[in-house]
């Protein structure tokens, strides 16, 4: 697997077409932490209009992943992607059950 960066212990990766059925899985496993605030992709239909969101010009979407097992524990989206002189965006990010609390997003959001 290609990482764009790792700390030994978590790693961040572009989501990819073969990861629905895991990110789909874990998204229905973590709902209850993430309802109300945040309303993940969780079918085929809505993964695939995710990954072609976050290919659009102002948007990027990132896998927290744990190295050790190369499971998905969370994931951060940057969207309203502002270049130039400006150079803003606005960060969302949750992590998903097993991996709640243990510092992977917060590892890799601080990258």
């Not at 969101?53 to 979407?61: E, H, L, M, Y």
């Not at 992590?95 to 997003?105: L, M, V, W």
Request: hydrophobic share 40%; charged share 25%.
């Amino acid at each position: 697997m290609r990482y764009l960066r790792s700390d030994g212990r978590v790693a961040i990766r572009r989501p990819r077409p073969a990861d629905e059925a895991e990110f789909v899985a874990a998204v229905r496993r973590s709902r209850d932490l993430h309802h109300p605030w945040l309303s993940a992709p969780d079918d085929a239909q809505r993964y695939a209009a995710y990954l072609r969101k976050i290919r659009g010009r102002d948007s990027a979407g990132f896998l927290f992943c744990d190295r050790a097992t190369g499971q998905i524990a969370g994931y951060a989206n940057i969207s309203g992607i502002v270049l130039g002189a400006l150079r803003g965006g606005y960060l969302g990010y949750a992590a998903f059950r097993p991996y709640a609390g243990t510092g992977h997003a917060s590892a890799g959001c601080g990258w």
